[in-house]
Nanobody, 126 residues
Framework: QVQLVESGGGSVQSGGSLRLSCAASGFIYSGYSMGWFRQSPGMGREGVALIDSDGTTTYADSVRGRFTVSRDFLNDTLALQMNSLKPEDTAMYYC????????????????????WGQGTQVTVSS
């Protein structure tokens, strides 16, 4: 059974930093791509930072240069370092994993093939 457990959310002032972590279990970690997504009230879920099974990363334009995604294949964890946070970064952040074959589906917004964590709230105040 695939399990993804996020941690590290919280409240921070504009310009601050947070680090999110996701502990993964129940699947062959190296064969999956993973990523961080976020959703604000009344908005759709959007991809923030994705990392393929070969380490290739993809970032949303809104976070490029401020956020860094990384994977630890030894400990089956995913991390998101968020710097220079802005109020518009406020959202529920979700960790997701999917078989790498479905990369293009997920990148195009088709999330049916992904497993999801329960989310962790990030709030940035001005």
């Amino acid at each position: 059974q695939v399990q993804l457990v996020e941690s590290g959310g919280g409240s921070v002032q504009s310009g601050g930093s947070l680090r999110l972590s996701c502990a993964a279990s129940g699947f062959i970690y190296s064969g999956y791509s993973m990523g961080w997504f976020r959703q604000s009230p009344g908005m759709g879920r959007e991809g923030v930072a994705l990392i393929d099974s070969d380490g290739t990363t993809t970032y949303a334009d809104s976070v490029r240069g401020r956020f860094t995604v990384s994977r630890d294949f030894l400990n089956d964890t995913l991390a998101l370092q968020m710097n220079s946070l802005k109020p518009e970064d406020t959202a529920m952040y979700y960790c997701a994993a999917w078989i790498s074959y479905y990369n293009e589906y997920v990148k195009s917004g088709d999330y049916d093939y992904a497993y999801w964590g329960q989310g962790t709230q990030v709030t940035v105040s001005s």
